[in-house]
Structures are given as structure tokens and as C-alpha cells.
């Protein structure tokens, strides 16, 4: 798609977007299922039209490709600060809490002590998380793993919700787009052959069918992945959930406080090292991406929640498996301001607007952890320092969420 029409495309949809009423409902739910569809190559000239968001599934579901391998790059040598608040942070550990939990614990939650500790990531390179800078915390409450299918599908049958990704589309909401083209759907993984990892939409398909139920295509279930991680998942599908369930979506200062497990800026979420002893910590993409996943830590998708071992604070899969929703908005400044308070921020809950500068008129919100698609080959962001971003209205095979709750 060419550059003028993709911006012409993309002016189109935030003008639809200023509709108020039913009808801006309406399209904020379908949008999702769209945004992609016109995004990806594979939906052809046609759906391209639908709308023009070219890079937002690239940066929804998959990591930066030109930053240094976490496996390659260690910690025996020391990160160079990018500015005085990186140099102060290096020296404070981290302060745990030893506050007791006020409860008995929830069903399937564990108790984060808060405390105070230096939020950041250990790479230069990822600009937008430097630098460091410190940020002190209350205790809370957070799923110990991330939503699966089973728990997903109570939701679903207490309730009757239907996810953004099932949601039939509206031609009055589409003017000018082929009715064939206004199906529901998602973005799904497709291995593919490459000799570049330059152009994103080759590995990505738009999957007429493909949701939280069905989330390789309509022609695949959930039968045997009860326990992996709920995928196909929107901002708004888990903001649901979680006031069905009595909680919330985690800040990204609690997420990255909890993946952290009480470790102090270390490169993964359990330490240094990726592999160590030999044994997966996470699940990863091994092979060669995007063509060849191996599976040699066991899976070549979602695996089921809990499988690898759980971090300091009883937590599994903090890194690797699904990307998760947070609830912050996305600024790429956002840490720079915060370290130039030169100040404690006590229990941030993000700024108050988005700016992305790739995409500086789409809001975006945190995504953290990482996925079974990160590789030292293209994907970094699985450490607890790094960040990811997408817009709330676009879910992939390879997002998901796990719930917070605030301690009473």
C-alpha cells in the first residue's frame, strides 16, 4: 500500500472515529477486526481499502528487529546510562515490601508485597523504556497466570459476552467496502520463507474466523488448549472480563514490578542467563524465524499457563507465551519524564494520553511480557524492562492478558 493512501485511508477512519453515540460504539467494537484486515497484503487491494493502519499489527503482536540479542548481550558488562537518572538508579536495589497479605488470598492470585524499585530496561537500544528511574509501589494482588480458555469460556457462558473479534461488521459503519469483505476476524502467525525480516506482512494473515474460539481459522478449536493462554483478545474484551471477575487489568509498573520477582534489574525475568542448567525458562521461538519454530522448549504456540517455572514471587509465565494487556496508555517519552522529576513515582498509572511517534495520531496502549514468537533471530521484548505497544482495538494469536486486584 502506498504511503498517500495509507495516510488518506487512515485520516478516513479517525473520522469516523469522532462519531458519538451508538454508532461510534459500534465501530470502536468492529474497528478491531478492520484495523488489520486493511493492513496486511494477504487481505488483498480490496480490504485494503477498508482502512489503513499498515503498522499496527506489526506493532501489536511482534517485538523491534534491530535491537541486540538478550542472549548474546550479558550483564558482565555494564549498560551505558543515557542520562543522570540511569546512573542514580544503578545504584539502589530494589526495597520488598514485608508487609503481609491483608486476605486470604483470591482464587488463582498471589500476593505482590510492593515495595520500590528501578523500572527500565537493561538495553540501550529500546529508547522509549530508558531510562532507568525509580518507582515505589503498594501491595497487590495479580493472577498468577495468565487467562486461559477454560476461565475465558466461563466468562463468556455467564454472561453471553462476544469478543470484538466475533463481532459481525456493519456496511452503513463502511461505506464503499465490498460486503464480502466485512467478516470478523483476527490476525494469526503464519510461518513463512524469508530472506528479510524487513516486511512484517508476510508472516502476519488476516483470518476471516479467527477469534478467542477458533485461533489458528474457523476450521481449528480449543480442544486440548482449555489450559493455554484466552488469544484474539482487545483491550475492551479484557476490560470486561475483569470487572466480570472483580478486578482489573495490572498497571505497567506492577507488571514489570511483579515479572521482576524481587530481582534487581536483571536481564530476564529469573535472572542472567537465558538458558540456565540447559532449561527453558519461557516460551520462546527457537529455529528460524519466521519459518521454522523447533519447539526444543516443548511448544511451537501457546503453551498451557504454569508449564515453566514460576518467578520469585510465585508468578508463571511473565515472560514468553502471550503478550499481555496492561493498563497504560503508550508514551515513548513517558519514562524520561518521570525520571526528570527526579522523584519517586508512588503507584503510576500511566500518562494521561498516547503519542507514538511512528504513529503519532493512534492511540496505543502497553503491552508487556512478550510472546512464543520472541527470538534472539528478531524479538527482544520479553525482558521485564522492555515494552511493547498496540492499539486497544487489535488482538493476534499471540495476545492475551492476565488481572490485578487492589488490596482492600
Not at 509501589?137 to 480458555?149: A, H, I, R
Not at 459476552?161 to 502467525?189: C, H, W
Not at 488476516?206 to 474460539?213: D, K, L, Q, V
Not at 480449543?222 to 483491550?235: A, C, D, Q, T
Request: glycine share 10%; aromatic share 10%.
Amino acid at each position: 500500500m502506498k504511503k498517500t493512501t495509507k495516510s488518506k485511508a487512515r485520516s478516513n477512519v479517525k473520522q469516523r472515529r469522532n462519531l458519538t453515540g451508538r454508532k461510534m460504539s459500534l465501530l470502536l467494537a468492529t474497528l478491531g477486526c478492520l484495523v488489520i484486515a486493511g493492513s496486511l497484503y494477504a487481505i488483498g487491494r480490496s480490504r485494503s481499502q477498508v482502512t489503513s493502519a499498515a503498522n499496527t499489527a506489526a506493532e501489536s503482536t511482534h517485538c523491534d528487529s534491530g535491537i541486540a540479542s538478550p542472549r548474546a548481550a550479558h550483564h558482565a558488562q555494564p549498560v551505558e546510562p543515557i542520562g543522570p537518572a540511569d546512573a542514580n538508579a544503578e545504584a539502589l536495589a530494589p526495597v520488598i515490601s514485608e508487609a503481609k497479605a491483608p486476605e486470604a488470598a483470591p482464587d488463582g492470585m498471589v500476593w505482590i508485597p510492593g515495595g520500590e524499585f528501578s523500572m527500565g530496561c537493561e538495553d540501550a537500544e529500546m529508547r522509549d523504556a530508558r531510562p532507568f528511574h525509580r518507582v515505589a509501589l503498594d501491595g497487590f494482588w495479580m493472577d498468577q497466570t495468565e487467562v486461559t480458555n477454560e476461565e475465558f469460556a466461563r466468562f463468556v457462558k455467564a454472561t453471553g459476552y462476544i469478543t470484538v473479534a466475533e463481532r459481525q461488521l456493519d456496511a452503513k459503519d463502511f461505506p464503499g467496502v465490498p460486503a464480502e469483505n466485512l467478516v470478523p476476524g483476527s490476525a494469526v502467525f503464519t510461518p513463512t520463507k524469508t530472506d528479510t525480516l524487513r516486511n512484517h506482512y508476510q508472516w502476519w494473515r488476516y483470518i476471516a474466523g479467527a477469534n478467542w474460539r477458533h485461533p489458528e481459522g474457523p476450521e481449528s478449536d480449543l480442544k486440548g488448549k482449555e489450559k493455554h493462554p484466552v488469544v484474539h483478545i482487545v483491550y475492551e474484551d479484557a476490560e470486561a472480563y475483569a470487572k466480570w471477575a472483580g478486578k482489573r487489568l495490572p498497571t505497567e509498573a506492577e507488571f514489570e514490578f511483579a515479572a521482576r520477582g524481587g530481582l534487581d534489574r536483571k536481564r530476564f525475568a529469573w535472572g542472567d542467563e537465558f538458558k540456565p542448567g540447559g532449561k527453558f525458562q519461557a516460551n520462546t521461538f527457537q529455529g528460524h524465524f519466521p519459518e521454522t519454530n523447533t519447539g526444543a522448549d516443548g511448544f511451537a504456540g501457546t503453551a498451557p499457563v504454569a508449564t515453566f517455572t514460576s518467578n520469585g514471587f510465585g508468578l508463571f509465565d511473565m515472560a514468553g507465551n502471550v503478550w499481555e494487556w496492561t493498563s497504560d496508555w503508550y508514551r515513548s517519552d513517558y519514562y524520561q519524564t518521570l525520571a526528570a522529576t527526579r522523584q519517586v513515582a508512588r503507584n503510576p498509572q500511566g500518562p494521561s494520553d498516547s503519542l507514538d511517534p511512528a504513529e503519532p495520531t493512534v492511540k496505543k496502549r502497553v503491552h508487556k511480557g512478550g510472546s512464543f514468537l520472541c527470538t534472539d533471530e528478531y524479538c527482544t521484548r520479553y525482558m521485564p524492562g522492555a515494552r511493547g505497544k498496540g492499539e486497544p482495538d487489535i488482538g493476534a494469536s499471540n495476545l492475551g492478558f492476565r488481572c490485578a486486584r487492589s488490596a482492600k
